[in-house]
């Protein structure tokens, strides 16, 4: 009851709804804008949300959050350029039906279950994330430092090409936690004696820098982008015998973004292919996808929006990014004050009440604004790269300049946006140090305080159970992601040396 | 291939850089066994190892296949683009950096956009003015009178 008053006054006394709408207007323009991922969308909005009251910013960044997972549908729909990394596997099949004269279906497909994704992403989220929570608050100094490293271990399966370049990004980002106030003896670190660096350097001013600005820096070498997309187009949304066609794909979709929703590292980009093969392999007419089958569009639509409410099961629960845009959206609650972890449940309930309200309102904004996005999408899509990559440059400047107001911030920026652009240049991917700065200081502070009370004894971390069990998990999860491309290999090997 | 084996030498670079720099950190005497430079110096370790093995992976594949790693003249090109595209940027972001305080947030922006949409490629001319001047505005009034944030006024702080 104290809990529905809550989300009434929420609704009735707060302009939630306007914001919830004004994120997802701006998710589903950043995501149509290839290149602008939902990470870059979110942090170019960040600066805005600063004098917001923290409920209503960390709304708006999760309504984002979920209106650019849909918008990144829209080019790959009509030009096969996925707008995120995890609409690539709707281009599969959208294009195709595009090409066949089928467009506006494909988009009211992806729109309709981007939409039903969500909605049983939200539940899972909700159901999840409290209860996991609510064990986090048994963690003592040694479970912490676990949780970190358990958190670091996750870096892994990030690799992608090289584990020794993730390894390195990882440490980078801990060694730019170090910068600041010692957490333990109170001396300055790597301050070179400015006064700007003697609280650390913030997270979401390296966020900025490496997700919005290296990108900037990348596309200053490249050509004009693909324009031209058809004016008229309009979203038709599915009629009740395709419903009932789509309800396979999406349910498959929603279970496979649960799971990798919830574990960090994975994202919506895996979860959105695992979806279309898995449909595929459990279809009834599997020899349609790849030619403007409506459930491959279905299913990886479902899948990425529901991954981007359970991404914020480890955040809210454990105070771990997952994936990029949550690390932003981790940074919007820290430029807040705000610790995303088990603490938050008890010191601002009323900001968890705020999020799982949004989120609910943002699916139904999402399926509105999809609809009536559209032309706007396509007139930014449509507009001279120039003026646009200009433009974003001057939203960067200005928003990251309102933080503190200090010219200091912005060369900081600059100095992560050449940061990332080498990254990007040397193939280093980026979550491994978003992870390394959020969860460096919390390793650092928790593993020598826990040596501080058990008289520098290292065992204390293997004596607490729960310290214990999390550095188990976290070498299980780092032999596994080690292990398994290896077991594939040589899985693989017999039936490639077979002669038939 | 060279890629590795120039970021393995970079990153060397900087973990010594650092290491060297945590040797300066101040010794306390509410310090814990560990002590304030004991982690960073661990990193700093670790991150060295690893640019090792980073630049020795590098070395054995340019010398197990020179054929695979070398670059063609096209990949060279387009390094080189990218490398002048990013320096370009950033030569204009430290460029308003520079001239902001002075000149005041609104010339300064409308100078920042106007440069980078004519270096990617914008022709000078009404559009290109209408651009970086609206633009600058609608930035300027969001921040300055909405969100209440003030932006610096430069020489014209008296006409404000």
Known sequence: ?500 | MTKDIVGGLLMLAVSILYFLQSMNIRKSSMADDVGAHGVPQAYAVMLGLLAVALVAKGVIERLTSPAQVAATQEERDALKRSLLGMATMLGIGVGYLLVVSTLGYIVSMVLLVAIVAYYLGASPGLQMAAVAVGGTLVLWAVFDLLLGISMPAGIWADWM
């Open chain 1, 1 to 500: 009851m104290d809990m529905l008053t809550q989300i009434f006054g929420l609704v009735t006394g707060t302009p939630l709804i306007a914001v919830v709408f004004g994120g997802v207007a701006w998710g589903i323009i950043g995501g149509a804008l290839p290149g602008i991922s939902p990470s870059i969308t979110m942090a170019l909005l960040l600066p805005f949300t600063y004098t917001m009251d923290p409920t209503m910013a960390i709304v708006m960044l999760a309504s984002t959050y979920v209106g650019a997972e849909y918008g990144g549908s829209i080019p790959a729909i009509l030009i096969n350029t996925p707008g995120t990394n995890a609409a690539a596997a709707t281009t599969l099949d959208g294009y195709q039906m595009k090409l066949q004269g089928r467009g506006p279906e494909a988009l009211g497909i992806s729109l309709y279950a981007g939409v039903v994704g969500g909605v049983i992403g939200l539940v899972m989220l909700i159901a999840l994330t409290e209860p996991l929570a609510r064990v986090a608050l048994l963690f003592t100094p040694p479970a912490y430092f676990a949780l970190g490293i358990l958190g670091l271990s996750v870096i892994a399966s990030l690799s992608g090409g090289s584990l020794i370049k993730a390894l390195m990004a990882g440490i980078i980002g801990m060694m730019i936690a170090t910068v600041g106030t010692d957490p333990v003896s109170g001396v300055t670190r790597f301050t070179f004696g400015s006064s700007d660096l003697l609280s650390g350097i913030k997270p979401i001013l390296i966020m900025v820098g490496l997700f919005a600005v290296s990108e900037l820096f990348m596309q200053a070498g490249l050509g004009a982008w693909v324009t031209g997309i058809v004016k008229d187009i309009r979203v038709r949304l599915p009629d009740r015998a395709m419903r009932r066609r789509l309800v396979r794909p999406q349910l498959i979709g929603s279970g496979i973004g649960t799971f990798e929703g919830v574990m960090p590292g994975a994202g919506g980009t895996i979860a959105s292919f695992m979806a279309y093969n898995e449909a595929r392999r459990w279809s009834k007419n599997p020899e349609e996808y790849g030619h403007g089958s409506p459930e491959g569009v279905a299913a990886p639509e479902a899948a990425n929006n529901t991954v981007a409410c359970t991404a914020l099961v480890p955040m809210l629960s454990f105070g771990i990014p997952g994936s990029n845009a949550t690390a932003v959206l981790m940074g919007g609650f820290l430029i807040h004050g705000l610790i995303p972890g088990p603490t938050l449940f008890q010191k601002s309930e009323e900001v968890i009440v705020g999020l799982y309200t949004g989120l609910a309102f943002a699916q139904f904004a999402m399926l509105l604004l999809g609809i009536v996005m559209l032309p706007i999408c396509i007139w930014m899509v449509n507009r001279p790269k120039a003026y646009l990559m200009a433009f974003i440059y001057a939203l960067i400047f200005s928003g990251i300049y309102s933080l503190n107001q200090s010219l200091f911030d912005l060369s900081i920026v600059l100095v992560a946006g050449v940061a990332g652009y080498a990254m990007r240049l040397f193939g280093m991917p980026f979550l491994p140090m978003v992870l390394g700065l959020v969860l460096g200081y919390m390793v650092e502070s928790n593993y020598r305080r826990s040596l501080v009370l058990s008289g520098g004894d290292h065992m204390v971390f293997l004596e607490n159970a729960i310290s214990a069990g999390f550095l188990a998990v976290a070498t299980i999860f780092v032999i596994g992601s080690l292990g398994m491309p290896l077991w594939r290999r040589f899985m693989a090997k017999p039936a490639t040396d077979s002669p038939s």
